[in-house]
């Protein structure tokens, strides 16, 4: 029986972004490098197969209640592979806001430092903010967003795969390090770039590092046919994630790829503990932690209606939401998922709110372990994912609960690996690597 | 009595960059981060205040005989600060070609994870082979790159400088998170960026990150003036190193700073070994590594001669030097420090390509332990230097020799710390915090 991947989000102080009022909370968490090591060891000692950290380049209007983004998840990751030798890694980082050849260079950096356990979560950044802090007078359409992306993660790959096997001679004797010959550049010209490369070094262990891509939008959706190793996303419905993985599959097949070579991983916000009474005692406690006016209101702008119409706890329609999906900070998969709901029956916004974590979009499990056990199995048996991303209610809970709780009976049931087998993350996920590794003769 | 400061750089093989060649030798050590985690740990156990990453954003065409540009500094070193606890870290990054923004966040997320221990060498980028990388038809002019280096300061010192002390208020009972008066945005306009700002997160321990700037050029110095906390300099006379740390101290004066605010670190290529004889039998080794013909036709170019009318062994007088430095990857600084040594006597390429590591323009210092803390504390008593920045000539053996061998006895005679006395590296340098670090009331 083939197992499930689970990667752990490390966003502190939790996918409820309020969790810093609870009463153990430490408000300052999310820059604590200490913190992020002792969830990097548990996660470790869980045999998970990655951490993840999401990114966004801006500061979040919603400062004055929760932070938001925290440190950059490169740097921040980079240093977790420290005090950790098998966990894989996946740093978000955008394609609207970095530069190709450094971003290269980067996630190659970490494939040699972590040795062939890094991945990069693709983003092209919805949040309107940033674009303010990189020059830009608007923020970049979508569409431009996402061919900029097609053609930066083409001249990524190729700046990866720019050293061949054998490239480093190292003949001691003639002094000839390097056969100019096997290292290429890439003379890319473009619409968004010109890059000539190559990179400085080779490859890492894994070739190419894991790409990640999380975009549920038709852009996103053949951004990631053709690129992604793994597919991030995000369902409310059985349904709706059953159908978008068979969605992925053939869009990969239809780019001529192996769709067993696309892994989907699905978001899923956990809340849990021992006992069911105490998972719903801290999802009350957690609930009550939320400025649900406001949360509803932004919520509602999102699905493209409007707080003057719709109360925290007024029943939306199938038939009151618009045709399309509005523009905003809500992607579409999110707005996807949340309608989704809406069309199995009506929902307020304020239970929107909360069984997604404060209204961000990902599915809420509350449960005993065994009841989360349950369900990811039935998620999982039911074809609506390869695995899944695991994001913590509140982080200082939920991420230690989850790795000690829920994992010791999936590894019972034989759903996930109860050792790391192989060295690499790619090699763990089922993935071929990406190219032969080159070694000195 | 002052006490000198001390870095160590970590690029690998060694500054004689042929030291791949010798028998005990890794030649791809470069990209092994348990080696760089094995340097990082000596240099701490030696209390050395930091170690130093050089970069370039490119191949340089000598891959053919060595190693060039390594592995991103920035995840390399973020990763050695997980298995060190005092050790500072010192990043290269340039200013031609990266973002303000990004640029801003990585350090402030560099010096939350070091806990106070990060610094960023500043670069223009002189490596031609870089613009290509990044859609420049060509390398920008030295003057174009300083004026977008003192602009892209200004901007991410700004952003650095954006939250206020008591910005995150955290009241649980309210829910009030932060304090949005007390975040800055800095809204840039300027020739070169556009920056609304402020970053995500608030300042890490040390406010800003340490600022090293290593230009020797008249730009280079007025950049050093208004903004390094550590001036990192070349120079191959005595006479030389003084007038230059007058001149940058006098500069800091005139930009209205305190000039004991501006340190100067000298840049030593070390070769030592327990007995002179040693260190001799060692340098004899390292100079036969080197391909002298094709670096004494390099080092002629950037000296503005031709290998046409001075082979290897033929001695360069001053009258034979062109009035003007010529552009081209040759520093400013490298060239002013070997045309001071043709001043004083002649010299043959080959002689001023073995006396610098291969061509790379710092002065070579070979011998015991003991003639290397004599020579290093002249030159510091002479004020040549606030310190140094030892870059070990063959890495595999020299950097563990300094910090093992010529180090107590620096220690000894109370020239260099015995113990690590502050938390960060600012404090150790003898450096005001930038500014009050923000706490929770």
Partial sequence: MSRMHLNLSLMTPGHFRHAWRLPHADP???????????????????????????????????????????????????????????LGVIATSSTTYNSPYNFARRFQALDHVTKGRAAVNVVTTGTPAAAANFGLAEHPAKADRYRRAHEFLDVVTRLWDGWEPGAVVADKTTGRY????????????????????????????????????????????????????????????????????????????????????????????????????????????????????????????NLGLSAKDFGPDDPITAADLPDAVPGGAFSTGFATAVRALIAQRPHTAGELVRGSAGGAGHRLLTGSAVAVADDLQAWFEAGAADGFTVMPADTAADFGNFARLVVPILQDRGLFQAEYHDPTLRGRLGLAPARPIGALP
Avoid: C, M
């Fill in 28 to 86: 300052l968490a999310y820059l604590d490098i200490d913190h992020f090591q002792r969830l990097a060891r548990i996660a470790e000692a869980a045999k998970i197969d990655a951490v993840f950290l999401g990114d966004g380049p801006a500061l979040r209007g919603e400062i004055e209640d929760a932070p938001g983004t925290g440190l950059d998840p490169l740097v921040l990751l980079g240093n977790l592979a420290a005090v950790t030798t098998h």
């Fill in 178 to 301: 390097a056969d100019p010959a096997r290292i290429h550049r890439i003379d890319h010209h473009g619409e968004f770039f010109s890059v000539a490369g190559p990179l400085p070094v080779g490859a890492g262990p894994q070739g190419r590092p894991v790409i990640v891509q999380a975009g549920g939008s038709e852009d996103g959706r053949d951004l990631a046919a053709r690129f992604a190793d793994v597919v991030f996303t995000v369902a409310q419905t059985l349904d709706g994630a059953v159908a978008f993985r068979e969605d992925i599959r053939r869009r990969a097949e239809g780019a001529g790829r192996d769709p067993n070579d696309v892994k989907v991983s699905l978001g899923v916000v956990v809340l849990t503990s021992a006992t069911e009474g105490e998972a719903q005692r801290r999802e009350r406690e957690l609930h009550a932690t939320l400025p649900i006016d406001r949360l509803a209101g932004v919520l509602l702008g």
